[in-house]
């Protein structure tokens, strides 16, 4: 009954939305209501004839956990207890992929997949992950705290395979010569004493001989084990360590409205620059019954600086000076499943070099396999970051390697022969493999790509030599498709520009028909025709061509308000055809369009999905280039869509924050407003692993942030201000509006503002915080931009 009576209250909602405009009020709602329930997180039955995901169609607190069949394809909500009996979607299958090992609520599980039959290997109160098969698979290697154990899946048996301590190993003080003598002469002088000490000897070998035989005892001192990896044979233990950082120092960021009616710290990050834990890479071999460290002197380019550092040394004290070997992190060591070959992927700390290489763990020598280097930072899809080694993995040959690499400049497939050393490259062209995975029989890759536009994401299929690609999906916009374990059905969540996202089913075949399986607009986002943006390229000063979305409105030539949208994140893509992450500002600029105002949307340089030179444009200078694309953006309005030159704003949010202010401060004639949301206004007050790789560190490159942060300009405010922000964002701090507002006071500006929201993050939370922002921002426009 209440069911009812609530969807007679929405329609009658909607009926009354239906007959007016858009507006903040109802824009900025909970989206449940506003769109609808989408759905997300799609996972395959292991017999791949189910497909799972969250969605939430009657609009309750929380998402529910749904099912469809492959042949009924109708949705149906999944019980509480049959929900609790399926398998977790993710493991680590068995060469054959006959069992899957499985993690779930911190046990150990092993799945059969033929019979579905789920044994529980361990229940305790201790956590236990990372399970993996030893090299005959007859048994479970698994980590418990730092340290590495196995099940014998045969007899049952649990043995502790390494024994890491912190501190250092007691060993017992040597005697001078002078005990020594005394010692000698007591024993040979005194009969009783002889007797008691042999016979305490010959009892200390006979309890040791009865001791069973224990992991060796290896002590780590005041460090950290990290990632412990058996080796296929069993012979060898890899480990990482790491060593925290001394005398780094944490933010706090103070929350003011609080249950208890006091002031309360939330513990923050450090700032850019701060001290970095160090790494060091070992190698225990059981039989020798040693540990010996990993060496890095020998890595191709270990030595080589970053070429930013030439703009601070001087010429007369650089030639005698002693260049040390750079800091590095080794990722999780890759077997071949022969066991013959070890791969680890290692990142220097700068981010400037990423090495794959072949580790002899006997020997513990390096060989290069293949090293990519980037005078700015290494990135792109399928790369990894710090502790990820990207996708790669072994082809069924067991010395063939496949990888990404943006060598070329954009993400591509390359393949490396660890036995020859010959190298391919698969894919080629201006576009980039955002995922990547192999095939079970290991003949060919599936993967999905931005090859047919730069705003569309399809899923291909391609032999493991290259050659054609196979585009398996054809719906326009995006598709996040997961591949059913029997690879013979797709399941994706497809969405377009105006349309959001819905699961799907279709088969793994070419021009195979998708089967549509949920419906989950709402009766109010139904009743407003939403626009589809045009995607559209500008060129710019250097001769670059800048994707963009447009909004267009009519008015008057020559007399056309406009506003620019400037997305967060800096590496991420919104001039893109499918469904925005950004969808209340996509709602926001339809009401805008409706009000006059032209809209354009740009993924500006720095942004997602257009290769290595795209990314890296913003090295050393935020606020250039990435800024200059908004410049030539407004260009192109007056010059092809009439827009007056005097009526143009700019509004965004964290990174979008940060180009309003760089935009205000530094083109002040080019933008007669600005709303500049959770702005970042001084990079040096940033984290350390975003801002490090754009700008390197402060303390050694101050250059680059000196040019880059908002608040040295802010003596060039002319337009209208609005900053917003969240006083518990413990992303970007609220100190830095803080800040900048002293700046700003000490200028004697008057034409700024600023709305601050005690209970809320980074990324705001409740509708009223919303629709508080967002009035503020369009009274902003109205205000300014249509005298």
Known sequence: MKKIIVLILLNCFCLTLSAQQLNIEHIMQDPKFTIG??????????????????????????????????????????????????????GVYSRDFSKKLLTKNGDLYILDCKTMALRQITNTGEVESNPHFNGKENKVIYSKGSNLYSFNLESGETVQLTDFLTGTKKVEAKLSEQEKWLK????????????????????????????PKR??????????????????????????????????????VPSYVTESGFTEDIPGR???????????????DIKKDTTLQVSTKEIEGIFEQPAYLKD???????????????????????????????????????????????????????QTLDRQRDEAWIGGPGIGFNFSSGNIGFLADNQTLYYQSEADGYSHIYTVNIATGAKKQLTKGNFEIQTLQLSRDKQHFYFTSNESHPGEQNFYKMSIEGGERVRLTKMSGA?????????SKLAYLNSYSNRPWEVYIQENAINAAPAQITKSQSQQFKEYNWREPEIITFPTKDGS???????????????????????????????????????????????????????????????AGYGRDWRTGIYRFMGGKDLSDHVDGVRWLIENQGIDPKRVGIYGGSYGGFITLMAMFTKPKMFAAG???????????????????????????????????????????????????????????????????????ELKKENWELASYPMEDHGFVEPTSWMDEYKRIFKLFEKTLKK
């Open 675 to 745: 709303a500049a949301l959770r702005p970042v206004t001084d990079w040096a007050a940033y984290n350390h692993p975003y801002t490090a790789n754009i700008l390197n560190e402060p303390q050694t490159d101050s250059l680059a942030y000196r040019k880059s942060s908002p608040i040295y300009y802010a003596d060039g405010l002319e337009g209208n201000l609005l900053i917003c922000h969240g006083m518990i964002d413990v992303n970007v701090h609220y100190q830095d509006v803080v800040r900048l507002t002293q700046r700003l006071i």
């Open 479 to 487: 598709n996040q498709v997961v591949l059913s374990p029997d690879e």
């Open 545 to 607: 061509d800048v994707y963009a979305r447009l909004y267009e409105a009519k008015g008057e030539k020559g007399k056309k308000p406009a506003v620019i949208f400037v997305h967060g994140a800096g590496y991420l893509q919104n001039a893109h055809k499918w469904w925005s992450q950004y969808y209340r500002e996509y709602m926001f600029h339809n009401m805008l369009v409706d009000n006059g105002y032209t809209v354009l949307d740009i993924d500006y340089r720095g942004s």
């Open 312 to 366: 601070y040394l001087k010429k007369d004290t650089t030639k005698n000076k002693k260049v040390e070997a750079r800091k590095v992190i080794f990722n999780d060591p890759l077997w071949s499943s022969d066991g013959k070959y070890c791969v680890v992927v290692v990142r220097s700390q700068d981010n400037k070099d990423r090495w794959i290489l072949k580790l002899d763990v006997a020997t513990r020598q390096l």
């Open 37 to 90: 329930a989408l759905p997300s997180s799609i996972f395959w039955s292991e017999d791949s004839k189910m497909v799972y995901f969250n969605w939430n169609p009657y609009r309750n607190k929380a998402d529910s956990l749904y099912g469809a069949s492959i042949t009924e394809k109708k949705p149906f909500k999944i019980l509480p207890q049959a929900r609790r009996a399926i398998p977790p979607a993710n």
């Open 215 to 252: 992991a060796k005892e290896i002590y780590i001192e005041d460090k950290r084990v990290e990632i412990p990896r058996l080796s296929p044979d069993e012979n060898y233990v890899t480990y990482r360590l790491s060593k925290p950082a001394v005398g780094t120092k944490n933010t706090i």
């Open 270 to 284: 450090t700032k850019v620059g701060a001290a970095a834990n160090s790494y060091e890479f070992w190698v225990y």
């Open 184 to 211: 000698k002469d007591q024993l040979s002088l005194f009969e009783v004493l002889k007797e008691r000490a042999d016979k305490k000897k010959q009892e200390a070998i006979i309890e040791k001989a009865d001791l």
